[in-house]
């Protein structure tokens, strides 16, 4: 069993930047390939990126390349999600996710946390 607490959201203007974190519980979050996904109002959940366990792999949707980068502390139980130059429609609730599989499925993560909201003003 594996706990997610997502922390960082926040109100930010267009081109500024937030850092999301996603602690976790338990001794095997190594083990989980950790992903991040957004849900905007009134739209389905998105793949925004994903890490492999060790973190020496990272993909990410096209509309996020490089203004976000992913990344995670294994010695802190930590994942984090870096977003830079953000735009009014990153606008969304950020959840992460951990699972077994390098995937952009959500149906391949087993934990979910509860989500936090960014708001980007223009």
């Known amino acids: 069993q594996v706990q997610l607490v997502e922390s960082g959201g926040g109100l930010v203007q267009a081109g500024g930047s937030l850092r999301l974190s996603c602690a976790a519980s338990?001794?095997?979050?190594?083990?989980?390939?950790m992903g991040w996904f957004r849900q905007a109002p009134g739209k389905e959940r998105e793949f925004v990126s994903a890490?492999?366990?060790?973190?020496?792999?990272?993909v990410y949707t096209n509309s996020v390349k490089g203004r976000f980068t992913c990344s995670r502390d294994n010695a802190k139980n930590t994942a984090y999600l870096q977003m830079n130059s953000l735009k009014p429609e990153d606008t969304a609730v950020y959840y992460c996710?951990?699972?077994?599989?390098?995937?952009?499925?959500?149906?391949?993560?087993?934990?979910w946390g509860q989500g936090t909201q960014v708001t980007v003003s223009s």
């Open positions: 338990g001794r095997t979050f190594s083990s989980y390939v």
């Open positions: 996710a951990a699972g077994p599989s390098y995937s952009s499925n959500s149906m391949s993560y087993t934990y």
């Open positions: 890490i492999t366990q060790g973190g020496g792999n990272t």
